[in-house]
């Protein structure tokens, strides 16, 4: 796989994840092979029960719904994410590798 080309830098962003869980994280944005966007979502200002969410989403087999002021604001396609890997410290912080996911793709597939 060749390096995404970043259009957005360690952007300073809000995040609202599984359209109840709030953050606040730096952002990087950009295009993937394959057309899907790459994410790389640094966590900012977390305290122990965040860092406890995260750890749990992380283990999740499956998309998660995302929004963001930035994905708002530059409106980009996306409103779920697969994390690809995820690194956790002692220092309560935790950041994320993540590509965009369309979940209604797999509905209009005709898989047999």
């Known amino acids: 796989m060749k390096d995404p080309v970043i259009t957005h830098r360690k952007v300073a962003d809000k995040i609202k994840l599984e359209g109840q869980y709030y953050f606040t994280a730096n952002v990087t944005i950009g295009l993937a092979d394959g057309g899907d966007f790459y994410l790389e979502i640094d966590f900012t200002n977390l305290i122990e029960s965040d860092l406890k969410i995260l750890a749990e989403l992380s283990k999740l087999q499956r998309e998660l719904k995302i929004n963001s ?33 369309d979940p209604d793709l797999y509905e209009s597939l005709d898989v047999k």
């Open 69 to 101: 002021d930035l994905i708002e604001k530059e409106k980009f396609n996306i409103s779920h994410i697969i994390i690809t890997s995820f690194n956790a410290t002692r220092n309560i912080e935790m950041s994320w590798k993540c590509l965009s996911d």
